[in-house]
């Protein structure tokens, strides 16, 4: 049945572009149901004008007179919502792809749409964030799109089986290029990323950041750690300078670690010594039973995040 129905369709939006933008009578003598990459004419130099008509745009249902299986799939995804846009540049299909008025009356000229796949990424990211920049202002400034890794490296936007549209979910997706960062989520103690308890943007936006390592930031720019380690965020009236000075990893590695509690030392007594190596041999750290020798610092120092209670840390 669909055979059947399109190719009156084909024909007849054809004919109406053919004639909205005025080409040569002769071209319309051409058979429109068998698509053709018909040569370049006097008509290509249009392409270039310096702002698209609304007559240009054709929107997706016509595209999908050719192009079925795509707008099937698409219409199932968020951007189906572009059609609810008044802008017919911003509209279904020819939002990412442009005017396609052009390409309908060539038969599907491959010549006059836009084809991301032909571009280059900075070109396709811009595409995108001409709707997204509101939602990512830092991509420019990213390390990946730096490195030209663009949104279609990490997006599938016709169809997707993954939440956001994503090409495949997290942390598959990431391990595909940052195979160097998986061994530290197989050490003993992790965060527990492949468990799927908590995915690599709870920590990273990979749309870019204002910090090193597209690390996220809370509002007032500490590290997204104390997002989910709440009891580590102060603020406390005797604060460890180290932990505001330093931050969280002054003393951790986020990833995993041969430490259970995902220190950046193998041991806690080495770790604190590298700041407090003055400390240890003097009063009450040198004396037999009690001494730091024997006992880790942190049995005495409890609140080793900072404390309301004691300069110490004690309790
Ligand atoms: C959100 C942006 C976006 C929208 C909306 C969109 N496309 Fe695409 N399209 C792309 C990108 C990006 C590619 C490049 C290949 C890829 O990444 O899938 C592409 C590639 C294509 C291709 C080349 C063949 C292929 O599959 O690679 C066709 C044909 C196409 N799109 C048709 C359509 C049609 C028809 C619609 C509307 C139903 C549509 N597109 C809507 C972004 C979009
Ligand atoms: C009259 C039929 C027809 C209509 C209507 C049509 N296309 Fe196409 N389109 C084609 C054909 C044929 C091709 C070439 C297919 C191929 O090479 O596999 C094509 C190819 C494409 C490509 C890939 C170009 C490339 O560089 O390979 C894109 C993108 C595309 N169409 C988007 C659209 C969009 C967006 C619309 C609606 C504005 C649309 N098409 C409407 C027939 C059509
Ligand atoms: C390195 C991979 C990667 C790249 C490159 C990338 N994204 Fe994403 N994107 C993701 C992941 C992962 C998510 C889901 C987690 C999140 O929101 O950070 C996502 C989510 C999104 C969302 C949904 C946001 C939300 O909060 O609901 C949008 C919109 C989006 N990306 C658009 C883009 C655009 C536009 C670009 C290019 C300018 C881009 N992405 C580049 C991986 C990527
Ligand atoms: C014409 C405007 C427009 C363009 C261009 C556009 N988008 Fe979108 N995008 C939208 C809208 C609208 C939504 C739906 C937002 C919502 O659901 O609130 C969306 C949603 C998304 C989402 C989130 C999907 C989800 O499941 O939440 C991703 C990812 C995304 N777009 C990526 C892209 C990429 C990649 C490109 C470029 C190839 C692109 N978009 C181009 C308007 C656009
Ligand atoms: C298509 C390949 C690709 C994919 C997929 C990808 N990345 Fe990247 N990523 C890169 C490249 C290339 C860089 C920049 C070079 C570098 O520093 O390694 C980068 C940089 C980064 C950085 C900054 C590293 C630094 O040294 O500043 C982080 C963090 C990151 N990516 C996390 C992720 C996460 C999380 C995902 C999955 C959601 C992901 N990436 C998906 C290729 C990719
Ligand atoms: C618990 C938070 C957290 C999670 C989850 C997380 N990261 Fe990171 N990641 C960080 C922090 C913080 C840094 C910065 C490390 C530094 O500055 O020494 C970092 C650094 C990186 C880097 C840069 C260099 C390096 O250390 O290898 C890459 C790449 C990276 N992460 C990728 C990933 C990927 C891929 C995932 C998911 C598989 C992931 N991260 C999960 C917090 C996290
Ligand atoms: C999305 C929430 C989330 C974020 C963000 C997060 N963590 Fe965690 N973290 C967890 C969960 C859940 C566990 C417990 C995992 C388990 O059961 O093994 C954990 C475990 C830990 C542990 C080991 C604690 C123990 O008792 O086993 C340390 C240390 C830690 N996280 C530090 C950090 C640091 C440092 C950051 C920032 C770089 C960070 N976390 C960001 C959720 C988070
Ligand atoms: C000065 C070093 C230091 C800094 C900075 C630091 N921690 Fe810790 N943290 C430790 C030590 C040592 C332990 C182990 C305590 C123990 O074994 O009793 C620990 C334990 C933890 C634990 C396990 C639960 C607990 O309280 O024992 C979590 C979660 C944690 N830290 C998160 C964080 C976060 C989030 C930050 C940043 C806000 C941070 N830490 C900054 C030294 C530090
Ligand atoms: C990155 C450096 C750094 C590391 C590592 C560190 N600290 Fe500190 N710590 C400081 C600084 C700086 C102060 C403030 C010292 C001052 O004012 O003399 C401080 C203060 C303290 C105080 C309170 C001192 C006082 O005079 O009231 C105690 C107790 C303490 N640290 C214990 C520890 C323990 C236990 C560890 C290991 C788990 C540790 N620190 C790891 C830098 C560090
Ligand atoms: C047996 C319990 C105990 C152990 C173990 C211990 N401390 Fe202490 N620490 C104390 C007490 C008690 C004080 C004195 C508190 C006061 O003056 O109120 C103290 C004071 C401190 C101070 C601040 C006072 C000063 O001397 O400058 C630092 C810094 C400190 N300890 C670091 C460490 C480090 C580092 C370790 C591990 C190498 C450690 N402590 C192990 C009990 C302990």
Known sequence: MPADSRIPRV?????????????????????????????????ASATSAPSPEASQYVGAETCKTCHEDIYNAWQKTPHWKTTLNKEPSHQGCEGCHGPGAEHVAGGGDVTKIFNPAKHSAKEVDAKCLTCHADAHPNFDRSPHARANVGCISCHSVHQSKEEKLLKASQPALCFQCHADTKPAFNMPFHHKVNEGLITCSDCHDVHGTFLANNVKSTADQNAICTKCHTETRGPFVYEHVAVKAEGCLGCHTPHGSQNARLLNMPAIAPLCNQCHSGVANNTVHGMGAGSSETITCTNCHTYIHGSNMNAAFLR
């Open 11 to 43: 024909l007849l939006f054809s004919v109406l572009f053919l004639f909205a933008v005025g080409c040569a009578a002769g071209q319309g003598q051409a058979s429109q149901q068998t698509p053709v990459k018909s040569a370049p004419s006097a008509s």
